[in-house]
């Protein structure tokens, strides 16, 4: 069956969502390739109108008849599934509707919404949520969906890259970190991903149990400012901004790293859908602290591949800092049962052959 994905988010588009797609596309286990439409060039979406999404409708149309596409990925609920759903009501077309977080949470805050996606999601063939924690919400919102809904996490490909030894040893060298424990956090500056309450807790942590530790800070976005002012004088030598990676130097740090943390959080519906970043900390072997959160649980085992706290509680956070920091032992084994889990569970290539088979 030829098949269309209709996405919003696609690469070059960064983040969780579009690399998921961009993948998904990539992976695509039959010879006949995904067609892709996106709003990259703001094709989808003009941006004035009541209906901004109007233009879609047509582009929609024109591509099922012009490329004869007999399936429909959707990659938004809201607006493509709306779209979607005002098409097929006049072309017969079977589609999936993707759900990974913020686009289900947002659907359903407002009445009218939510009307709307009940609709769209009874009309759907099937349904695929990328983590566990969505399907919950989608099934207490409408119980009725189970038999067609499925959790089909994000994946990963193969192992870490190769990092030149030598630009390992120059950031050693640089920051001084001969007999240090490096604790490292990664990913946009936004107060979900928790980085003001690693640094508050860091901060409380007795100096006898904290004297060896330096916390790295590695991404940029609308928090930073607020961060910086949370580091007291005292410690700017052991908490250190490191700005935006490349994608060399963000392997490096996870390769040079001791302990990966990220206690996200659910910030009133804003929560992390999964957090591939756990699993790319894990593959080079890196023991990982992780909030209990949204779809962080299928990301992280809790004492199998890292620690799962409580992200609103510092002492909890702080405790999980200090007991791996303690505890090389500990990291090592986490961190290696973490990188087998990642290869053997997380393949991109096995991740979209399982999608494939469940729609068809």
């Known amino acids: ?12 588009f960064h983040g969780g969502v579009a690399n998921y797609y961009g993948n998904l596309a990539k992976y695509w286990p039959i010879e006949e390739k995904l067609v892709v ?14 209906f901004p999404w109007w233009r879609a409708v047509s582009l929609l149309k024109r591509k099922l008849a012009q490329d004869k596409i007999d399936y429909l990925l959707v990659g938004h609920i809201l ?12 072309k017969p077309i079977k589609y999936t ?18 009307i709307l996606s009940r609709l769209i999601l009874k009309r759907a063939n099937k349904i695929i949520c990328a983590n566990s924690y969505v399907q919950e919400k989608l099934l207490e919102f409408c119980p009725e969906l189970e038999e067609k809904t499925k959790v089909f996490n994000p994946g990963i490909e193969g192992g870490a890259p190769d990092t030149d030894p030598n630009d390992l040893r120059d950031i050693k060298n640089n920051y001084h970190l001969e007999g ?23 901060v409380q942590i007795p100096e006898e149990n904290s004297s060896n530790l330096i916390y790295f800070i590695a991404g940029a976005g609308p928090r930073e400012e607020y961060l910086k002012k949370l580091v007291p004088a005292s410690d700017y030598d052991k908490i250190i901004f490191l700005g935006e990676l490349n994608d060399s130097e963000k392997w490096a740090w996870l390769k040079l790293c001791d302990i990966f943390i990220m206690p996200s959080r659910d910030i009133s519906g804003d929560f992390e859908g999964f957090g591939i970043v756990y699993l790319e900390a894990n593959l080079c072997g ?16 809790n004492e199998v591949t890292g620690l799962m706290v409580d992200s609103e509680r510092i002492d909890t956070i702080g405790q999980a800092i200090v007991r791996l920091a303690n505890d090389p032992a500990l990291r090592d084994k986490l961190g ?4 087998e889990r990642a290869l053997k569970e997380f393949n991109w290539e096995k991740q979209a052959l399982k999608i494939w088979r469940f729609i068809k």
């Open 1 to 12: 069956m030829k098949t269309l994905l209709f996405t919003l988010v696609y690469p070059p």
């Open 37 to 50: 439409i996106d709003n990259n060039r703001g094709e989808l979406l003009a941006t004035r109108g009541l």
């Open 79 to 90: 607006p493509l599934g709306t779209v979607t759903y005002l098409v097929s009501l006049f």
């Open 97 to 114: 509707v993707f759900l990974h977080g913020m686009d289900l949470a947002l659907a359903l805050r407002v009445g009218r919404k939510r």
């Open 180 to 202: 240090k424990t490096v604790l490292l956090s990664l990913g946009r500056l936004v107060k979900r991903k928790g980085v003001d309450r690693t640094i508050e807790a860091l």
């Open 286 to 301: 890196k023991p990982v602290i992780a909030g209990n959160s949204g779809g962080v649980r299928d990301a992280v085992v």
């Open 336 to 339: 290696q049962q973490g990188k």
